[in-house]
């Protein structure tokens, strides 16, 4: 009695010579015919396609950045040209005032945190 897969997939029009399997016959193809690697083998190939994937990553990686960076450098620029521009010289040393009293604010309230764990 032939199998499903072997009267669809088997050689011969269809027909297997003994009544194996489509897979049988493709496991003793692969078994007589092809040298099965060693563990020390799969290992090296496996740290090969890791080291080729990461390479291979890396370069699309710096591929998207270099095509990416010079956008950045410009719309910094556009944005540091139009604060300076909306700033006049007043303004802005009363806007670094206002920064410089925010973070002092903050680090002392961070090294009042921090006195308060010590003790």
Not at 12 to 23: L, P, T
Not at 29 to 47: A, H, R
Request: charged share 15%.
């Amino acid at each position: 009695m032939e199998s499903k897969n072997c009267k669809w997939f088997g050689p011969n029009d269809g027909h297997c010579r003994d009544g194996s399997s489509v897979g049988a016959l493709f496991h003793n193809f692969i078994n007589n015919n092809v040298s099965t690697p060693f563990e020390m083998g799969e290992l090296v190939g496996y740290v090969l396609l890791l080291v080729i994937s990461w390479y291979a990553l890396i370069f699309a990686f710096r591929f998207l950045l270099s095509l990416v960076k010079p956008v950045l450098i410009v719309l910094a620029a556009l944005f540091l040209f139009r604060f300076l521009r909306t700033f006049g010289g007043p303004e802005m040393t009363d806007l670094f005032t206002q920064i410089a009293s925010l973070i002092m604010s903050g680090v002392s309230k961070a090294v009042e945190l921090f006195m308060l764990l010590l003790q």
